[in-house]
């Protein structure tokens, strides 16, 4: 039989609340499950520590019995230092294309001759008093 750790979906509409469960792979997400393992309330502040609450030492039992993490599942166990951190593929989509690049070096440029404009000025009136002194 293969088992997920996954999020089990409860919580009144636009109030999402999630059950993490260990449940077989082919039972539906907020079907059966054998065994729920913590909580996951996303609308509480991310340095809550009632945000995510699961029990480690059950997570750790289901983990060497061949269950796997959903992606969101591991992240959690990751940074709660159950197992550790993947590397994981960030895909060239992700980067900015030409045009945007183009933009970005173009305002970067308007910058800084800004940033040279407003020191001119305010040199040329300190040289100017030197001057008629």
Not at 43 to 66: F, I, P, T
Not at 85 to 106: M, T
């Amino acid at each position: 039989m293969a088992m997920k750790i996954r999020l089990a979906r409860g919580g009144s509409k636009k109030r999402p609340f999630y059950r993490i469960v260990a449940a077989d792979a082919r039972m539906p997400r907020d079907g059966r499950y054998i065994e729920k393992l913590g909580t996951y309330n996303p609308l509480l502040a991310k340095d809550n520590e009632d945000r995510v609450q699961m029990d480690v030492e059950r997570v750790k039992y289901w983990l060497s019995q061949g269950a796997q993490p959903t992606d969101r599942i591991s992240r959690m166990l990751e940074a709660a230092g159950v197992i550790e951190k993947k590397v994981r593929a960030n895909p060239i989509k992700g980067a900015p294309g030409q045009k945007a690049v183009a933009r970005a070096e173009e305002k970067a440029a308007k910058a800084a001759e800004a940033a040279e404009a407003a020191a001119a000025p305010a040199e040329a009136p300190a040289e100017e008093t030197a001057a008629e002194e």
